[in-house]
């Protein structure tokens, strides 16, 4: 059984008077274990489609099934909890909690849920030294370089041990060098059997992934395997 | 797990208060000025409320005091009520279940003078129970006895004031000085009783009643108040009953005219003086209940502005998984810690002003701050930070994850 199928998925915007359809009927499956690259032109719905897997957003209709469990009429605390056990979430822009230190952003997703303080702090150390921030734990975001931060978003991402990884452009803030790096932290993810979905629109991030799905006008135009 | 939330919620809550700290202070400062000023006012009162029911403990639950009335009506009349000499008689003679019966005749002021010094006073007339009744403590000499009331002797007992001002030797007993045209003795210098709502204890000259009496050109102004002391409490009402049948036929009152005077208990007197303050207290509180009412809408304010701004952090922490609950809590305990907190600072400056201004006045009682204020205050802080909280707490809890990470 697939970890994400989903089925003739819509999203609709309404703006006024008009509809905006970002996705557009949109079938897919992904295995585990997969390194999957989601492509495609500005506007053409990735972050749109990349949102709806991290159930941060709902669809308008369509059936999205994660881990064997429907996850399309689920209430917002259940969807709460979906996001804090089976997703992990890295945005372009870090999104990290600016009053609260590496360490501390990266026990938050364990404080939702029920991990007591120590056995946090634990495990927070632990995520953050699996991306080789175990020297900036005490350091705000802002007393942070950009792919430090990424990487600190990375660890909290991980912290939770979730089925899936989802990266909206992550290293779209990043220069070429910091790029590099993070890139090659996701293929050691991958690597240690992490499930891994990244929006991209640069060619050359997409080429780390073993599988690329490219989408245009909210449909998929192409989704193919490298060899 | 509740309680894991509710613990994490509070920790969360108190970082945030502490990362805008001087924006908490001037969020609660409506908090604060409330509850500062009921506890001011009520720790004022209550400390007035506490001396004065002290005092009137002093003369006993067993007490009655007679004294004329006269109201503005029967003045314009020209009828001028009076308890005469006369009466007073009547009543220590024919009234049972009487312990101590004492009359006070309050003078004129009366200027009174020792070698080239003059000074005005006050003289009262009373015999030796006025000891107990006006609590005097004698430093030198002695207060006035039986005897000297009987024997109408020229004596007196004066108050430090007096002294002062006609600059007597320290100890003055022995001394004469001249009341009027009267040349008196004095007999005693009463301890220092300092101001009691700013009148001075102090100036003050008591010789024997008879003394005052037949010092008193003309008898017909005499207007005595009768102390009455009981012996068994129980026959409270008997005796007042007793007092005014007499009165009443000895003024040859009709049925249907009021009593021309008042017959008070010293629990009737503590009452009426508590009703007083307390109708003071219930007012302040009221006044400090629109405050605190304003505060709790500065703080639904002030939360509110909060939410909005930290709509992005709110996404953030719903993106990770955060619970409605677990983000209203977040915030209901931030609103209820700022009130609890302003609160608890409101009561601190409340006491200090009270205390402050109970020292400040001269021998103003020290000021008390009762244990139902500081609950009520702290209370009502919290009822506030709850009520006003519960708006802005729904409102982050309830925004929508995606809607909120867009939100620049
Ligand atoms: N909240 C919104 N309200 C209205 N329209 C939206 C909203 N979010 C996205 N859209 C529209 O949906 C379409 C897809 O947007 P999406 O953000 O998914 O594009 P994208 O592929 O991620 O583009 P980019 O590479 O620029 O990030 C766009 O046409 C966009 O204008
Ligand atoms: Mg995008």
Redesign the pocket.
């Known amino acids: 059984m697939s970890l994400i199928q989903i089925n003739n998925l819509v999203k609709e915007?309404v703006?006024g008077e008009n509809i905006?359809r970002?996705l557009d009927g949109v079938n897919l499956g992904i295995e585990r274990n997969d390194y999957v690259a989601i492509t495609?032109t500005?506007?053409?719905?990735?972050?749109?489609?990349l949102n709806v897997l991290g159930c941060l957003d709902r669809p308008t209709s369509g059936n999205y099934v994660l881990n064997g469990k429907d996850v399309g009429h689920l209430d917002p605390d259940e969807l709460a909890e979906i996001r804090n056990r089976e997703i992990g979430f890295i945005f372009q822009s870090f999104n990290l909690l600016t009053r609260a230190t590496a360490l501390q952003n990266v026990m938050q997703p364990l404080v939702y849920q029920g991990v007591p303080l120590h056995e946090r702090k634990r495990r927070a150390e632990e995520a953050l030294n699996h991306v080789n921030l175990g020297n900036r734990m005490d350091h705000l975001p802002n007393q942070l370089s950009g792919g430090q931060r990424q990487r600190v978003a990375v660890a909290r991402a991980l912290v939770t041990k979730p089925s899936i990884l989802l990266a909206d452009?992550p290293t779209g803030n990043l220069d070429s060098r910091t790029t590099v790096e993070i890139m090659k932290l996701f293929d050691e993810l991958h690597k240690q059997n992490q499930t891994i979905i990244i929006?991209t629109?640069e060619p050359e991030i997409a080429n780390h992934c073993l599988r690329i799905v490219r989408?245009e006008d909210g449909r998929v135009a192409e989704d193919r395997r490298k060899s | 797990m509740f309680v894991f939330d509710m613990m994490e919620s509070f920790r969360a809550a108190l970082l945030s208060i502490r990362a805008h700290g001087f924006r908490s202070f001037l969020t609660t400062l409506g908090i604060i000025i409330g509850v500062a000023a009921v506890i001011a006012v009520v720790s004022i009162i209550q400390g007035l409320q506490f001396t004065i029911n002290q005092q009137f403990e002093g003369l006993g639950t067993n007490s009655i005091v007679v004294q004329s009335v006269n109201t503005f009506e029967r003045r314009i009349q020209g009828i001028i009520s009076r308890i005469t000499p006369q009466d007073f008689e009547m009543l220590s003679t024919r009234v049972e279940g009487i312990a101590t019966i004492s009359p006070i005749i309050a003078g004129a002021g009366n200027s009174v003078r020792y070698g080239s010094q003059v000074t005005a006073v006050q003289v009262t007339g009373s015999d030796y129970n006025y000891q107990v009744v006006g609590r005097i403590f004698i430093k030198y000499g002695r207060f006035l006895s039986d005897n000297d009331d009987q024997t109408r002797r020229r004596v007196a007992v004066i108050g430090e004031t007096v002294r002062q001002n006609l600059h007597l030797p320290a100890n003055p007993v022995g001394e004469y000085i001249r009341i009027g045209d009267e040349w008196m003795k004095v007999i005693g210098l009463a301890e220092e009783r300092g101001q009691i709502l700013g009148q001075n204890q102090d100036n003050m000259v008591v010789i024997p009643y008879g003394t005052m009496r037949s010092i008193t050109g003309n008898q017909n102004k005499l207007d005595v108040v009768i102390q009455i002391i009981l012996g068994d409490i129980s026959q409270m009402e008997v005796v007042q009953d007793r007092v005014i049948t007499l009165l009443r036929t000895a003024h040859k009152l009709a049925p249907k005219d009021d009593d021309d005077f008042r017959v008070q208990t010293s629990q009737q007197l503590t009452s009426t003086f508590n009703t007083v303050l307390t109708t003071v207290t219930i007012v302040a509180g009221g006044i400090v209940a629109i405050s605190l009412l304003v505060g709790g809408i500065g703080i639904m304010n002030i939360m509110l502005v909060s939410v909005t701004e930290r709509t992005r952090e709110i996404g953030i922490c719903k993106a990770i998984g955060a619970k409605r609950h677990q983000i209203l809590m977040q915030f209901l305990f931030e609103s209820l810690l700022l009130c609890l907190l302003g609160g608890l600072v409101g009561l601190l400056i409340g006491y200090g002003i009270g205390a402050f201004a109970a020292a400040a006045i001269p021998n103003f009682p020290a000021a008390v701050v009762p244990l139902w204020a500081i609950l009520l205050s702290v209370g009502f802080s919290a009822g506030v930070g709850l009520v006003f909280g519960i708006m802005p707490a729904a409102k982050a809890a309830n925004l929508d994850p995606i809607e909120a990470l867009?939100y620049e």
């Open positions: 915007y703006m905006l970002a495609g500005s506007g053409s719905g990735k972050s749109t489609m452009e929006v629109h989408l | 867009r």
